[in-house]
């Protein structure tokens, strides 16, 4: 499989993202780029998931349908052709870094997928259903992650 490289002008890998994004801040989403995407890609998914939440993944963005010739998406705007979906807190679109006040830092994917065919979901996805459907679409993928914490 081939390899998107996904990075942020707002933070870099594995570095912490910046008050403006998170649930405490502004809460809008950082801006992202990322390399083009492979021949024969259907579409692009961009996916944003806390692993160390108390009770399991937790989504905080999930946009499909998003046109494979884009390179990124401006702060707070929806990738162009991108369909948002409901992320955790049961909004639509970006829900940025909350983690409970005391917990640590807590680490969030950025995922990137550019898919062979465009992908089914249901209709409140979890961070599983969209990792098991992106599975066998996956043509390139792409990671970026950044933490955050609440004192």
Same mark, same amino acid.
């Given at each position: 499989?081939?390899?998107?490289?996904?990075?942020?002008?707002?933070?870099?890998? *594995? @570095?912490?993202?910046?008050? =403006? *994004?998170?649930?405490?801040?502004?809460?809008?989403?950082?801006?992202?780029? +990322?390399?083009? @995407?492979?021949? $024969?890609?259907?579409?692009?998914?961009?996916?944003?998931?806390?692993?160390? @939440?108390? =009770? #399991?993944?937790?989504?905080?963005?999930?946009?499909? !349908?998003?046109?494979? +010739?884009? !390179?990124?998406?401006?702060?707070?705007?929806?990738? *162009? !052709? %991108?369909?948002? +979906?409901?992320?955790?807190?049961?909004?639509?679109? +970006?829900? !940025?870094?909350?983690?409970?006040? %005391?917990? $640590?830092?807590?680490?969030?994917?950025?995922?990137?997928?550019?898919?062979?065919?465009?992908?089914?979901?249901?209709?409140?996805?979890?961070?599983?259903?969209?990792? #098991? @459907?992106? =599975?066998?679409?996956?043509?390139?993928?792409?990671?970026?992650?950044?933490?955050?914490?609440?004192?």
């Amino acid at each position: 499989m081939t390899a998107l490289q996904l990075t942020s002008p707002a933070f870099a890998d *594995h @570095a912490e993202i910046p008050r =403006r *994004h998170s649930g405490e801040g502004d809460d809008v989403s950082p801006p992202l780029a +990322w390399t083009a @995407a492979p021949e $024969g890609t259907a579409e692009l998914l961009l996916l944003c998931e806390d692993p160390d @939440a108390p =009770r #399991g993944s937790f989504l905080h963005w999930l946009v499909t !349908g998003i046109d494979p +010739w884009t !390179g990124g998406v401006e702060e707070g705007a929806l990738p *162009h !052709g %991108g369909k948002p +979906w409901p992320n955790g807190f049961g909004r639509l679109g +970006w829900g !940025g870094p909350m983690p409970p006040p %005391g917990h $640590g830092p807590h680490r969030y994917f950025f995922r990137l997928y550019a898919l062979s065919h465009p992908v089914r979901l249901p209709e409140r996805p979890t961070v599983d259903a969209v990792h #098991g @459907a992106v =599975r066998d679409l996956q043509l390139a993928s792409g990671t970026l992650v950044g933490t955050y914490q609440r004192m």
